[in-house]
């Protein structure tokens, strides 16, 4: 006989994993699959490996021990029709619409803004940061106490719209990888 605890969690599982597995690979087919066109790829570690990535960008630094010639680099960003649609991804922002039409203000703001020229992140956080959006989406500098909309965001919604907006890196033709020092991690039982 199954056990019935057993039994329930496969069902949650299964139920839980779908959606999940769904979403992951529709997003996955609208990813452009050239290297003209930013091909993408999912790069893991754990938190003892050192990783030149969007998410530690101190690892990136030319004197990291993680930096070479076809190695990925400090990530860059920029604000076109492109990027914009796809930060604005109504998947990522189900049930949240009123966050996702300020994003669209910021974003416009921060276009007008930067232009077509490629900016650092604390460029990008920085604007995001001291504007707010008023009455007909009109954005402009945060007076008193009041907060952007950015700084509303969680983690997550901030580093998929800085994902969408990130420049993908290039050498001749050929994608910068992500690459984790395994002799250099921040432990000494951290790679194994």
Known sequence: MKNPLFVLFVRRVRVVAAPIVWVGLSLAAQLPTTASAAER?????????????SLSPRECDVEADVVGPRFRGTPRYAIDAQTIEVALDPRLWRGKEAAQGAMRALLADAKGRFGPDAMDEAALRDRFKQRCVGRRDQVEGCRGRARSPWARLDDDQQ??????????????????????????????????
Request: proline share 2%.
């Open 41 to 53: 790829e999912l790069f893991l570690a754990g938190g003892a490996l050192k990783v030149c990535s």
């Open 159 to 192: 580093m998929s719209v800085l994902a969408a907006l990130e420049l993908p890196q290039f050498d001749d033709g050929v994608r910068r990888r992500e690459r984790a020092s395994l002799d250099h991690g921040r432990t000494s039982d951290g790679a194994g």
